[in-house]
């Protein structure tokens, strides 16, 4: 007999659902405006990004976190969902952080065209209020109960892929705050060239991401994590395609490039696994730890 986390039987209330639903047209269309209009972001973003790399590398974060709230909104129980809000509410907090931050860069005054102060004005707003509303969300929640089904039972991942999304959510997780707190030191060890605002940017996608991997290994259950499966699948192939467009932004003869495609290796090789333990009903039935 398995044990679950508390609610984990729960159903995903409707509120939740609406709420991931909205997250995820929200983050297509800022991956739309950085993928499409990567040399535009003058015109068609909240600030402006002069490295096309970086804005495609954006671009991809978002629109594979769109797979990630569309995988939430569409789970059955609470425990197929849980693994796709928190990493949601760990970036939205962090980038409205960068924002304020970074203000004086966006496109808020007068001075842009009208495109970039609308798109400039609603990233304000939905970086202010996407957290709240996820906060509230996750409160009613935790209110909502319902009886476990045998669907919850937990099929415990390999050793060997806990270890892999371990050293994984480290590596992200530790990048990612370096970005953060020290952009401009950090920045010399990215691929191409970052600005603070940029590295600061893409260091909140990279501790999302690091936490998604984290809270997988923890969560140790096969169904569970087959979101940040799809998700990380998703990353991968679409930041494949951003190296193909711009891909002559990074120095291939550095071991900062090497460094950046070996990362893309092992977030591949983690996601495939993931994927293929559910399509061949893998792993040994036990507790979740």
Known sequence: ?????AGAGAPVTRGMRVLL????VLVFLAGF???VFATRTAEWFSWT?????????LGAAYWSS????????????WSRARLTVWPVLVFTVLTLVVTLVHLDKFHLGAEHPASARGVAWGWLAIYAGVPLAMVVGLALQARATGAPTDADDVRRLPAALRGLLVGLAVLLLVAGVALLLAPGWAAE???WPLTPLTARAVGAWLVGLGWAAGQAALVDDAASVRPVGLTGAAFVVLEAVALLRYGDALDWSGWQAAAYVAGLVWIALVSAWILALRAGGAGARGSSR
């Open 49 to 57: 990004i002069d490295v096309p790399m970086t804005a495609v590398f």
């Open 66 to 77: 769109a797979v990630l709230e569309v995988a939430g909104a569409r789970s059955r129980t």
């Open 33 to 35: 405006q950085l993928t």
């Open 21 to 24: 639903v909205v997250a995820a």
């Open 1 to 5: 007999m398995s044990r679950r986390h």
């Open 189 to 191: 060890a990215w691929a």
